[in-house]
């Protein structure tokens, strides 16, 4: 029924618009079966299980002369457990001024992240076939740091707000977001102001990011971003972000570091790493992962993903984590494929009852099949 509803909702928008705007639409869906699951607790049982992890429709138009345009997105399986619906529309009255006002869906406008969070594993997190779906931003665990730590990933979960990007030259585009629609007095709404200057060189790219806070506790974030996409076959991501303090004062600062380089046509290589210190609890926080591919063919590609997440306290134990994560991808970047892979992992958290003093480690056998037009 909901996806009779869905599938509705499509063509009337199609109808509605088609006549005056060109519309395109498209969906994905993703279906994901553990075939084997367990950990090593003791007399634990190997289980199995499976999940429809997506159920999607999306679509965008704009009109003749690109002055109006919307997007929407229809999530019929939403990792809520609810149909999920999400869209933005926006005007561009000259080309130096674009204003938009909804959401995209929860990715966020306005990141600067690279190669470093969703780009790293690309769809293989979205099916399940990646270590957890948080590591699509670095699998934290207990280290309590991911990459976005160092690089911005965009607004208050790239929730509903208004947007403008003024572009005053080519290579400056100066982005503003304000949350009007968490309400409030209208003080607090500019508190959360997120003010960005991304500058777009034949290089690369540069960017300040200020994320507002307009509880008492800090005074927001900031971060500085680089990329380097001038050298061939080679893109690295440098980030560092910091908590300018308020009432909390003694915020670590973070610092991270992204390449993808592709050997030749048949090896790659991607690497990141997010690193914070400094703090009043004296703590040093790590996360690093890389993941070499190999293209048997036009399309079959292989990935080894392996990493680690550590936290070193002031005193006392430190606690390590890691991953060990080999699946195949079969297909295109985009279309239909189908994913296959083994996973083991631990947070590296110490036991108890069953478990003693071991580290708890699970592993699962996924497979998936996704599929998007």
Known sequence: MIMKKLIAISVVFALVVGAAFAVDLGGEVISTVNVLQGDNVKDSKVTS??????????????????????????????????????GHAWWKPI?????????NGGDGFFAKEGNTAWMFYQRATDVGVTVGGENAWGGGFSSGINVRSAFYGGGIDGGNAFYATISPADIVDINLELPFFQGGEVGDVLADLIAQVSLKFDFGNIALTYAGDSSDATNG??????????????????????????????????????????????FGLKFRTTASFGGDDKAFRLLADVLPYYTINDSVKAFLSGGVTMLAPDGG????????NPYIWVGQEWGPAFWAGFKLWTDGSKGGGDKGDDGLIKWAVPIAIGVSF
Not at 62 to 72: H, K, P
Not at 95 to 103: A, E, H, N, P, V
Not at 230 to 247: M, Q
Not at 317 to 324: K, T
């Open 221 to 266: 974030n900031a971060y500085v971003y680089f990329n380097l996409g001038s050298v061939e076959n080679l893109s690295l991501d440098v980030g560092v972000g910091l908590t300018l303090p308020g009432d909390v004062e003694g915020q670590p600062i973070a610092a991270g570091l992204g390449v993808k380089y592709d050997v030749n046509d048949a």
């Open 49 to 86: 299980g499976a999940s429809m992890d997506r159920v999607r429709l999306q679509g965008e138009a704009a009109n003749d002369d690109g002055t109006f345009g919307g997007w929407i997105r229809v999530d019929g399986k939403h990792w809520s457990g609810d149909p999920q619906f999400d």
């Open 317 to 324: 134990d430190s606690v390590i984590g890691f991953h060990l």
């Open 95 to 103: 080309d130096q001024l674009k204003l938009w006002i909804g959401s």
